[in-house]
């Protein structure tokens, strides 16, 4: 169709990659979900596409669109933290046997259980009963809605290229389900690192790279990593919980940043010189730890940035904090002097912390949706080699690569061997066929190229 120029991909992860190329192929731009695909290799193959025909591929990380996260890259840059050394996220939910939002109903119910059926016909029993038209309004859309989930209990999945299993413990699983519940099983999802702990990984690597002289997105040199199915039964390949801790390069800090120490007795950091880099000290690193769970939602989701003179609190992609060193009762402001920024605390008693990006009184924070797929329309509009989406194919891969890798260094974990891995720059390299979890580049670029739609 000559009158569709882009197409936005929201289907499950082993989707994404056969559906951008045949996109591409067809001259078509592409905006697809994270994570970029279901394997590097698969990365690799769709990113040398977008090179090669010039079409904008860009990836559902918004946080590269985030006022939030904007605001604390500059504050990085300010020097309000001093040399940034550490930074601690997580993502906590309260999903347990029995309500786990990734294990949603099935149409046509399973067991003696029928959770669908159950709550259309309460919907029915509300809406007969209902007397207000606004009532009756709503009622009536929710039991459409769900009348239109229950017919798709006769949708044959297997026609549409999912498949029955069966599990290690003698479970049959159902390509429907496969369907539904497609984020629990290795061959169409990618598991908690794909799906959440990407987005925090690409925010860490935000922060990593705020303090760059090059420009370039920081690399994780290391990960260690475990986890495992520590509630849940064995209706799931991924698993519930996720803890793991990467190492990335210390960037340089000039002479006149002020990293908020110095050692007059040991002339450090030595005057002149500022702070070496990890290329010049193997020492000087940033340590990311990051969780990501279910059976307690505790904390929810967000990152902490600690630096030598403060520490930046991001929650829920809604809210940012800053306190000055590890002071969590005083309040907290920015002062700009002569082009040089400071914090200037106040006592409080109450743990207040300074918002430096709140919302307007009228509305909430934008958490970078609507931006990324107005940028990316921008670009496609404005055809210019300097114009493209912020979180293009390399800013992308680089996301996988560090999911994915996560992935292989818990896989090692299980089979009783080191959960580590090494990150090897080749990995990051579009056009280098080396990968971390032994995905074929020439295989995927053949499959790829040749998939037909199910």
């Given at each position: 169709d000559d009158e569709i120029e882009a197409i936005i991909i929201a289907l499950p992860l082993f989707l994404h990659a056969p559906i951008a190329i045949q996109a591409m192929m067809r001259g078509k731009h592409v905006l697809t979900e994270k994570l970029m695909a279901h394997n590097v290799a698969q990365c690799k193959v769709m990113a040398r596409f977008a090179q090669e025909t010039g079409l904008h591929l860009a990836t559902g990380h918004q946080r590269h669109y985030s006022v939030l996260y904007d605001n604390a890259v500059h504050l990085l840059r300010f020097g309000l933290l001093g040399q940034l050394h550490h930074i601690r996220a997580q993502w906590h939910r309260g999903n347990l046997p029995g309500r786990d939002s990734w294990q949603m109903p099935l149409p046509g119910g399973e067991g003696k259980v029928n959770k669908i059926?159950?709550?259309?016909?309460?919907f029915r029993r509300q809406l007969d009963a209902a007397t207000d038209p606004l009532s009756i309004e709503?009622?009536?859309?929710?039991v459409a809605q769900w009348e239109q989930w229950d017919a798709d209990k006769v949708v044959d999945a297997q026609q549409h290229g999912y498949e029955k299993m069966t599990l290690p413990n003698g479970d049959e699983r159902t390509a429907l389900e496969e369907l539904c519940r497609w984020r629990l099983w290795e061959r169409t999802g990618g598991g908690l690192m794909a799906e959440l702990g990407s987005h925090q990984l690409d925010a860490a690597t935000i922060?990593?790279?705020?303090?760059?002289?090059?420009?370039?997105?920081?690399?994780?040199?290391?990960?260690h990593a475990v986890g495992g199915r520590h509630i849940f039964p064995m209706d799931r390949e991924a698993e519930d919980h996720v803890y793991c801790m990467y190492e990335f390069p210390g960037p340089e800090y000039s002479a006149d940043f002020d990293v908020g120490y110095y050692n007059a007795a040991q002339n450090y950091p030595p005057k002149g010189q500022g702070v070496a880099n990890y290329s010049q000290d193997p020492n000087k690193k940033i340590v990311v730890s990051y969780s990501t769970i279910n059976g307690n939602g505790f904390g929810g989701y967000g990152e902490v940035v600690m630096g030598t003179k403060g520490t930046l609190i991001l929650e829920r992609e809604k809210e940012l904090m800053l306190y000055k060193d590890s002071d969590t009762s005083s309040k907290v402001s920015?002062?700009?002097?002569?082009?040089?920024?400071s914090l200037d605390t106040q006592a409080s008693g109450n743990y207040a912390a300074a918002s430096v990006a709140k919302a307007a009184a009228d509305g909430p924070?934008?958490?970078g949706y609507t931006e990324e797929i107005e940028h990316w329309a921008w670009c496609i509009r404005n055809p210019d080699p300097e114009n493209k989406p912020k979180c293009y194919p390399e800013v992308a891969m680089a996301d996988a690569v560090i999911s994915l890798t996560t992935n292989v260094a818990m896989a090692q974990g299980a089979r009783?061997?080191?959960?580590?891995?090494?990150f090897q720059d080749s990995w990051f390299d579009r056009d280098s066929d080396e990968t971390p979890d032994n995905s074929d580049v020439k295989r995927e670029t053949e499959a790829l190229k040749n998939w037909k739609i199910v």
């Amino acid at each position: 169709d000559d009158e569709i120029e882009a197409i936005i991909i929201a289907l499950p992860l082993f989707l994404h990659a056969p559906i951008a190329i045949q996109a591409m192929m067809r001259g078509k731009h592409v905006l697809t979900e994270k994570l970029m695909a279901h394997n590097v290799a698969q990365c690799k193959v769709m990113a040398r596409f977008a090179q090669e025909t010039g079409l904008h591929l860009a990836t559902g990380h918004q946080r590269h669109y985030s006022v939030l996260y904007d605001n604390a890259v500059h504050l990085l840059r300010f020097g309000l933290l001093g040399q940034l050394h550490h930074i601690r996220a997580q993502w906590h939910r309260g999903n347990l046997p029995g309500r786990d939002s990734w294990q949603m109903p099935l149409p046509g119910g399973e067991g003696k259980v029928n959770k669908i059926a159950d709550q259309l016909n309460s919907f029915r029993r509300q809406l007969d009963a209902a007397t207000d038209p606004l009532s009756i309004e709503q009622l009536a859309k929710k039991v459409a809605q769900w009348e239109q989930w229950d017919a798709d209990k006769v949708v044959d999945a297997q026609q549409h290229g999912y498949e029955k299993m069966t599990l290690p413990n003698g479970d049959e699983r159902t390509a429907l389900e496969e369907l539904c519940r497609w984020r629990l099983w290795e061959r169409t999802g990618g598991g908690l690192m794909a799906e959440l702990g990407s987005h925090q990984l690409d925010a860490a690597t935000i922060f990593c790279s705020a303090l760059r002289q090059d420009g370039k997105k920081a690399h994780p040199l290391t990960v260690h990593a475990v986890g495992g199915r520590h509630i849940f039964p064995m209706d799931r390949e991924a698993e519930d919980h996720v803890y793991c801790m990467y190492e990335f390069p210390g960037p340089e800090y000039s002479a006149d940043f002020d990293v908020g120490y110095y050692n007059a007795a040991q002339n450090y950091p030595p005057k002149g010189q500022g702070v070496a880099n990890y290329s010049q000290d193997p020492n000087k690193k940033i340590v990311v730890s990051y969780s990501t769970i279910n059976g307690n939602g505790f904390g929810g989701y967000g990152e902490v940035v600690m630096g030598t003179k403060g520490t930046l609190i991001l929650e829920r992609e809604k809210e940012l904090m800053l306190y000055k060193d590890s002071d969590t009762s005083s309040k907290v402001s920015v002062k700009g002097d002569k082009g040089s920024f400071s914090l200037d605390t106040q006592a409080s008693g109450n743990y207040a912390a300074a918002s430096v990006a709140k919302a307007a009184a009228d509305g909430p924070v934008s958490r970078g949706y609507t931006e990324e797929i107005e940028h990316w329309a921008w670009c496609i509009r404005n055809p210019d080699p300097e114009n493209k989406p912020k979180c293009y194919p390399e800013v992308a891969m680089a996301d996988a690569v560090i999911s994915l890798t996560t992935n292989v260094a818990m896989a090692q974990g299980a089979r009783g061997e080191a959960g580590y891995v090494k990150f090897q720059d080749s990995w990051f390299d579009r056009d280098s066929d080396e990968t971390p979890d032994n995905s074929d580049v020439k295989r995927e670029t053949e499959a790829l190229k040749n998939w037909k739609i199910v």
